[in-house]
């Protein structure tokens, strides 16, 4: 079985090449939204009804500038996933002020992220760096890395296995291709993902009823620019979660073709960045399976701009899972081409001891004696140390 390397990306990993972090998303969300007509911008009322809530609830007295972002979406989240509104509700995958806040997200993030000859040497070195067979889970919804690797022709894919064919006794891994790919999992979506299952829903609805003409849609309608391909390739179950889920190539023309977040425009497919994001976790459980059992075949975990925020506390159950299995099965093992397993290596941007003190503290499961940290960000020096650890392809 081929050894691979795991990295989990943070948003302070895409913080060098000018992407903001989660708190500087807020203040411009609720600008872009601000634009909007406002028979349609539900976000406001939205905030009023949460800020009445935290005070009669809790006896918080706060100004809509003091939410914090991470609960309020949390407190939307629940309000759609327990169907409070009955009829009233919006979409499947939730209501206004949610899909709003998708909208806004997916044109932000397109608008800044670099590509091209723009991309920063440092990504393009850390794509270099990356080998056939290893894994990268990132939780952020930018298409930084896929642009990287893409300039330097390193292969991917973004779903978890290959087969050369499925059937309902099981599957056959197609190894020889996965042998040459790096798997890149985004664990809570992505900008250029758009979901077609709700419209195909549409689409045969209007077909029983006798109605010929396509229905509109940002991404799938007949009048749409989008230039959308499936995200799976090859062979896939039927009941794949993500059967019905595409990727949009020409993204960044899409988004600009909205001159402010639209209910009738391009909704990514992410989750927001919630306190209860995990309730619509349900497409992304495969790409955690068997994680916590994978310690033994890992040669490292690299740790990158993922600062294991509070609001993502379901991840610290499975990241304890990853590392503490991978710092204590087989450490001492010499494999038969003389690797052996590196330090769990922690990057983030720590830059007084009271931050770096609260760093390790969120990662006080982390057997010390078995990792490294780099609090001085995501940099050269960073690339350095992932350099200097053996990588799966032996270089």
Request: glycine residues 8%; negative net charge; hydrophobic residues 35%.
């Amino acid at each position: 079985m081929p050894k691979f390397r795991i990295f989990v990306l943070g948003a302070g990993f895409s913080k060098p090449a000018g992407l903001p972090l989660g708190n500087e998303l807020w203040p411009e969300i609720r600008k872009r939204a601000s634009r909007m007509p406002g028979e349609i911008n539900h976000l406001e009322s939205d905030i009023d009804n949460y800020i009445r809530f935290r005070r009669e609830c809790y006896g918080d007295d706060i100004a809509p500038e003091e939410v914090e972002f991470e609960n309020f979406l949390g407190y939307l989240d629940i309000e759609h996933y327990l169907g409070l509104r009955g009829s009233k509700q919006w979409d499947s995958e939730g209501n206004e002020s949610q899909m709003i806040v998708k909208a806004a997200i997916g044109q932000i993030l397109t608008e800044r992220t670099p590509h091209g000859q723009k991309l920063p040497q440092l990504y393009l070195d850390f794509a270099e760096e990356l080998c056939p067979c290893d894994y990268v889970l990132t939780f952020n919804y930018d298409v930084l890395l896929e642009r990287a690797l893409q300039a330097v022709g390193s292969r991917f894919r973004l779903f978890p296995n290959r087969y050369t064919q499925k059937d309902p006794a099981g599957g056959t891994i197609d190894s020889l291709r996965e042998l040459d790919e790096i798997a890149v999992l985004k664990m809570h979506g992505s900008v250029d993902w758009f979901d077609r299952g709700s419209y195909s829903d549409l689409e045969e609805s209007n077909q029983r009823n006798g109605f010929s003409e396509k229905p509109p849609h940002a991404v799938f309608g007949p009048d749409s620019i989008a230039k959308a391909v499936p995200l799976l390739e090859g062979p896939q179950y039927p009941d794949d979660p993500l059967r019905h889920m595409y990727r949009v190539h020409n993204v960044d023309s899409l988004y600009a073709s909205y001159a402010v977040p639209s209910l009738l425009g391009p909704i990514p497919w992410i989750l927001n960045p919630s306190t209860a994001k995990v309730i619509y976790a349900e497409k992304m459980r495969d790409f955690w399976w068997g994680m916590g059992q994978a310690g033994g075949w890992i040669l490292g975990v690299n740790m990158i701009g993922y600062s294991l925020p509070k609001h993502d506390d379901y991840i610290q159950q499975a990241l304890f899972s990853l590392i503490t299995n991978y710092q204590n099965s087989w450490w001492e093992a010499e494999y038969p081409d003389g690797r052996r397993k590196q330090p769990v290596l922690l990057i983030d941007f720590r830059p007084d001891a009271k931050q770096a003190e609260d760093y390790r503290r969120r990662y006080r499961f982390v057997n010390g004696n078995k990792a490294v940290y780099h609090l001085a960000g995501f940099n050269e020096e960073a690339l350095s140390l992932i350099r200097t650890a053996p990588s799966s392809a032996g270089h």
